[in-house]
T-cell receptor
Framework: DAGVIQSPRHEVTEMGQEVTLRCKPISGHDYLFWYRQTMMRGLELLIYFNNNVPIDDSGMPEDRFSAKMPNASFSTLKIQPSEPRDSAVYFC?????????????FGPGTRLTVT | AQTVTQSQPEMSVQEAETVTLSCTYDTSESDYYLFWYKQPPSRQMILVIRQEAYKQQNATENRFSVNFQKAAKSFSLKISDSQLGDAAMYFCAYRSALVIQGAQKLVFGQGTRLTINP
């Protein structure tokens, strides 16, 4: 299996621009998570999906952030408009539900820089 | 809400020696999972080891083992025979075992940066 795939790996954009981060989970996994990592706040959950349905979006910072999962193999995290404080590494992770499926497998992350 | 605390921002150890990273957590739940993840400079999050709270036996994966003290809510990671490739950020994480929606997220500690001295 190729693991969790994220694109792009690096994104540099100017303040006010729209940014879209993409994720392909591991085939067969029914949970997908978006995390953000910053020096100040560490690793924090933004939102997660189960069977393509958003379950907990309490970590989404504000209305500028939105996430979708149109099918089992694809999810996007969009920031519009972007701000310098959004600069961070964004991770996507996936897992499947069950006694043997408690681990979350992480993608390589997208490093976002907003200037 | 659950919290995870790693009180050692940085640790260093000589190659081939043993080092222990500390983690404490707070929860009112009786069943849960604990994890240690490794993040090398490549920034990839790699699962090192997991522990189920209902198991009394401490988990072991090759050179990595944990000391799980449920009553004290402590979950330390011991790395034996440290190697240069072990240099990384290490994160402790908690996950509820509740079978309800909303319980599947990981709660992370702030991390410990481990340096291996040759």
């Amino acid at each position: 299996d190729a693991g969790v795939i994220q694109s792009p790996r690096h994104e540099v954009t100017e303040m006010g621009q729209e940014v879209t981060l993409r994720c392909k989970p591991i085939s067969g996994h029914d949970y997908l998570f978006w995390y953000r990592q910053t020096m100040m706040r560490g690793l924090e959950l933004l939102i997660y999906f189960n069977n393509n349905v958003p379950i907990d979006d309490s970590g989404m910072p504000e209305d500028r952030f939105s996430a979708k999962m149109p099918n089992a193999s694809f999810s996007t995290l969009k920031i519009q408009p972007s701000e310098p404080r959004d600069s961070a590494v964004y991770f996507c992770a996936s897992s499947f539900f069950g006694l043997a499926g408690v681990e979350q497998y992480f993608g390589p992350g997208t490093r976002l820089t907003v200037t | 809400a659950q919290t995870v605390t790693q009180s050692q921002p940085e640790m260093s150890v000589q190659e081939a020696e043993t080092v222990t990273l500390s983690c404490t957590y707070d929860t009112s739940e009786s069943d849960y999972y604990l994890f240690w993840y490794k993040q090398p400079p490549s920034r990839q999050m790699i699962l090192v080891i997991r522990q189920e709270a209902y198991k009394q036996q401490n988990a072991t994966e090759n050179r990595f083992s944990v000391n799980f003290q449920k009553a004290a809510k402590s979950f330390s990671l011991k790395i034996s025979d440290s190697q240069l490739g072990d240099a990384a950020m290490y994160f402790c994480a908690y996950r509820s075992a509740l079978v309800i929606q909303g319980a599947q997220k990981l709660v992370f500690g702030q991390g410990t940066r481990l340096t291996i001295n040759p």
